[in-house]
């Protein structure tokens, strides 16, 4: 394998890191559109910017709101983009893990019909967030592993 391959600087998503941010960054950036379309989210009509209020929910399982919607695409954006780069795939696993534990663990701490329930978060919500968090940080670890060159061995 060349050392552009190792280190992602050749062709688009060539690694296995770089195509697991590039697969994770394609799932989130659906996951924000669907969040828009009505039949893949009901009550589309109580979509509301922020809140716990919001009445929709995403294949009738995941509350969402506009901002919930607009994170999702965020962070589809960024793997994409960083999908072009190992270390910027490896850094978009682990830290986008990173934040996806915090809100697991907001999601348990903060009562779903509380003011700071902003995004919203509901039960289904936090436990998605719980393996989001575990698959792209271990995804991160594991594949973000830099390959020795075999020609420097």
Same mark, same amino acid.
């Given at each position: 394998?060349?050392?552009?391959?190792?280190?992602?600087?050749?062709?688009?998503?060539?690694?296995?890191?770089?195509?697991?941010?590039?697969?994770f960054g394609?799932?989130?950036?659906?996951?924000?559109?669907?969040?828009?379309?009505?039949?893949?989210?009901?009550?589309?009509?109580?979509?509301?910017?922020?809140?716990?209020?919001?009445?929709?929910m995403l294949?009738?399982?995941?509350?969402?709101?506009? @901002? $919930?919607?607009?994170?999702?695409?965020?962070?589809?954006? !960024? %793997?994409?983009?960083?999908? &072009?780069?190992?270390?910027?795939? /490896?850094?978009?696993?682990?830290?986008?893990?990173?934040?996806?534990?915090?809100?697991?663990?907001?999601?348990?701490?903060?009562?779903?019909?509380?003011?700071?329930?902003?995004?919203?978060?509901?039960?289904?919500?936090?436990? @998605? $967030?719980?393996?989001?968090?575990?698959?792209?940080?271990? !995804? %991160?670890?594991?594949?973000? &592993?830099?390959?020795?060159?075999? /020609?420097?061995?």
């Amino acid at each position: 394998m060349s050392t552009a391959a190792t280190r992602g600087n050749g062709r688009y998503a060539e690694t296995p890191v770089q195509k697991a941010a590039l697969v994770f960054g394609i799932v989130f950036f659906i996951v924000g559109i669907a969040g828009f379309i009505p039949g893949l989210t009901s009550n589309v009509d109580a979509l509301e910017f922020a809140g716990h209020e919001s009445g929709a929910m995403l294949l009738g399982i995941f509350q969402v709101s506009i @901002l $919930h919607n607009i994170v999702h695409l965020l962070f589809g954006v !960024l %793997g994409l983009v960083t999908a &072009r780069t190992f270390s910027g795939s /490896r850094g978009f696993l682990i830290w986008g893990g990173a934040i996806y534990a915090v809100l697991w663990i907001y999601g348990l701490v903060v009562p779903h019909d509380h003011q700071a329930n902003f995004v919203p978060l509901n039960t289904a919500d936090n436990w @998605l $967030h719980f393996v989001l968090a575990a698959a792209m940080i271990a !995804l %991160g670890v594991l594949l973000g &592993r830099r390959v020795r060159d075999a /020609r420097t061995v």
